[in-house]
């Protein structure tokens, strides 16, 4: 049986850790959020990968609490777009941007392009920070398509404009239930759950 530690999820996002601590129980260990550090630092995600970002915030936060830290990135990659928003998902029409006035410059952006080149997947990047030893990284990915208007009102972000076709569905037409059978980051849970348990 794998000792009991604390974890802390470097976001503030009680959804995110509630996910993380389904995750975590497996191991015993136990997951809090930053929202019980009134002191932690707010970790500018400034680098141009979401690995980057993910070890940027786990390592800042693993160093000043001096305990182990996830950190996670994640957003849209839209095959047309090479790539993009990519790393800027969440402030594609601008910094401050509501979800849906960045899938609707998603939207705009993808008018005219026909279904088959509308290819897209949600990734997730994962990193987990002990003091004194290196990143675990893991990733997960979602494949879909942009669908060419909104569906659902499940989910946030771009869930409205991601279809998966093989459940003829959006991503916000989904239960969350099914959302995090499927998700990229349901998957990089579970690919940094395969990590930890082969240490």
Known sequence: MAETKRVVL???????????NKLFSILGWECVSLAEFA??????????????????KAAAISRYLNMPAV???SGLEVDALGGRPGVYSARYAGEHATDEENWRKL????????????????????????????PLIATGTCEGRIAHAPSGNNGFGYD????????????????????????????????????????
């Open 10 to 20: 470097a976001t503030r996002n009680q959804g995110k850790v509630r996910e993380f």
């Open 107 to 134: 939207l705009e952006e993808m008018s005219g392009v026909p279904d088959e080149q509308r290819t897209a997947r949600f990734r997730c990047t994962l990193a987990l920070v002990e003091p004194g030893s290196a």
């Open 39 to 56: 002191d932690a630092p707010e970790v500018v995600e400034d680098g141009d990968t979401f690995e980057a970002n993910a070890v940027k």
């Open 160 to 199: 409205p404009v991601f279809y998966l076709p093989e459940r003829n569905k959006t991503m916000a037409e989904l239960t969350a239930e099914e959302k995090n059978q499927i998700s990229h980051r349901a998957e990089a849970m579970r690919n940094l759950l395969k990590l930890i348990q082969e240490k």
């Open 71 to 73: 950190g996670d990135d």
